[in-house]
């Protein structure tokens, strides 16, 4: 899945500084979770999925353990079901771990109005009760419509509501690129 | 899509989305609280003028968790009972603004007529002889899941072509993915240039269930029938019956389906029904995952 139609105006994230940014939120990642027990990183489909498979990756290098991972898709929980949008393509969710218990580390994209977060906070209630739930985004780009903040941001990029943010990655769309451009 | 009167009117690509969309759809089965929120302050009307078990449960089962609200009619316990033609009766449930109306009837068309009446989704539960679209999807997504592919299977279709909603269903279903249908049955229950559809017709089930990826048995339709199909169950089940011997034929990895009721030992043996090769509770299980996709999708908004 490409971002078509988007007119780049300006790149905020290239390559290198993205390793580097998810170098240092691992670090942090890992500073805050290490002492915890049933840690559990969990990717908010689809581009949170990547990002959290290398987030995952890197903690268990650094670490030497495994790490219980898992995804979660969101589309049954949006609040903008019935807003005269085509249903939203539903994926999937895969939790292979025991919810109860598990100091959860949701990891998507970009943070913006926050109402994904908590359509995925609502999926992973329904699995169980964790014992807390933290949230690690690469991106924030700021209009939160929800009392949401997070626990790990990668960069703050101030846009205005008519600018789209997109984040590229090798994974699906074959380089590394956070970029900001008008839709 | 706005309803779901019928496979016939679906192209191949619809088909094909509505089988993705219920993978989804299955893992909530399998979670430990079965509900997402979904379709909360949706409101649902079963409508099932014919006995039902499985498809009326399942409906409301695929409806529940989704959060839909859900009301259930029969036509005994109705006003239809005391003379209310049926368009009436849609007309008053219409005037409660429901969002969805799932209807079976013996009548065929019955349906069809309801989505030009109603303002609300219509979803075809079932009507008379002419279709029967959810259950050729659960089949054709048990299919999927057990074959990997939709395309190039045989698949052999037995017993009473004739009154079975759901062969025609899955007839248009299958060859619109690219399968060979086979047909086999009495040739009383064997409606007339069936050929039309696309499907290969014989009267030899030995010959239908040679090399099947599939055999999937009909049940016979003893409320529909005139009496005179076949002299008795025990002369059908003797050449129709599914017994080891016909399904000897097949492949050696072919899985054997009934939409279900099944009449034990008239169209299928107790044992293979029992056995490793039956998916039969495997369709019934599947079918909320595929209904609660096609509720998803006719009731998630303006999609194409």
New interface residues.
């Given amino acids: 899945m490409k971002r078509k139609g988007l007119k780049v105006t300006k790149v905020v994230m290239n390559a290198e500084e993205m390793e580097k940014t998810l170098n240092r939120m691992v670090h942090e990642i890992i500073e805050r979770v290490g002492a915890k027990p049933h840690v559990a990183i969990v990717g908010i489909r689809t581009r949170g999925v990547h990002i959290a498979e290398r987030i995952l990756d890197k903690i268990e290098r650094a670490e030497k353990v495994k790490v219980a991972s898992g995804t979660i898709?969101i589309?049954?929980?949006r609040d903008d079901?019935?807003?005269?949008?085509?249903?939203?393509?539903?994926?999937?969710?895969?939790l292979n771990f025991d919810v109860d218990g598990a100091n959860i580390v949701l990891v998507d994209d970009v943070l913006y109005t926050g109402r994904t977060v908590r359509a995925a906070i609502?999926?992973l209630m329904?699995?169980?009760r964790p014992a807390s739930i933290m949230y690690a985004a690469l991106v924030d780009r700021g209009h939160r419509e929800l009392p949401i903040q997070p626990d790990f941001i990668g960069k703050t990029v101030q846009t205005t509501r008519d600018e789209a943010v997109a984040v590229l990655l090798k994974e699906v769309d074959d380089e590394d690129k956070v970029v900001v451009g008008e839709r | 899509m706005k309803h779901l009167l019928g496979i016939e009117n679906l192209n191949r690509d619809q088909i094909l989305h509505i089988l993705e969309t219920a993978v989804s759809f299955e893992e909530i089965n399998q979670r430990q609280i079965k509900k997402v929120p979904t379709l909360k302050g949706i409101s649902v009307i079963n409508f099932f003028a014919e006995p039902s078990t499985r498809t009326r449960m399942s409906f409301e089962v695929a409806e529940k968790r989704l959060s839909a609200d859900t009301y259930n009619i029969a036509v005994s316990g109705s006003a239809i009972t005391k003379g209310e033609t049926l368009a009436d009766t849609a007309l008053n449930l219409q005037a409660m603004s429901p969002d969805c109306l799932v209807i079976r009837h013996a009548v065929s068309g019955t349906p069809h007529m309801l989505a030009q009446i109603m303002d609300c989704s219509v979803v075809n539960a079932g009507d008379g002889f002419h279709e029967h679209p959810t259950q050729a999807l659960l089949d054709a997504y048990t299919i999927q899941k057990k074959k990997k592919r939709l395309d190039g299977l045989k698949i052999a279709l037995l017993g009473d072509i004739s009154h079975s909603r759901v062969a025609r269903s899955n007839i248009h279903l299958l060859t619109k993915t690219g399968s060979q249908v086979v047909l086999a049955g009495p040739a009383t229950m064997m409606p007339r240039d069936v050929e039309k559809l696309g499907v290969t017709v014989t009267n030899d089930p030995k010959e239908a269930v040679k090399d099947a990826d599939v055999v999937m048995m009909l049940r016979i339709q003893e409320e529909r029938e005139s009496g005179l199909m076949y002299p008795d169950r025990r002369e059908y089940a003797k050449f129709f019956c599914l017994d080891d011997k016909l399904l000897a034929h097949a492949r050696p990895d072919a899985i054997v389906m009934h939409p279900g009721p099944a009449n034990r030992g008239v169209e299928i043996e107790d044992h293979i029904m029992d056995g490793d090769r039956s998916v039969i509770l495997e369709q019934v299980a599947n079918g909320v995952a595929v209904r609660m996709a096609v509720l998803y999708l006719l009731l998630g908004g303006s999609n194409s």
Avoid: R
């Fill in positions: 898709d589309a049954l929980y079901f019935f807003k005269g949008l085509a249903s939203p393509e539903v994926g999937p969710s895969n609502d999926a329904d699995y169980g």
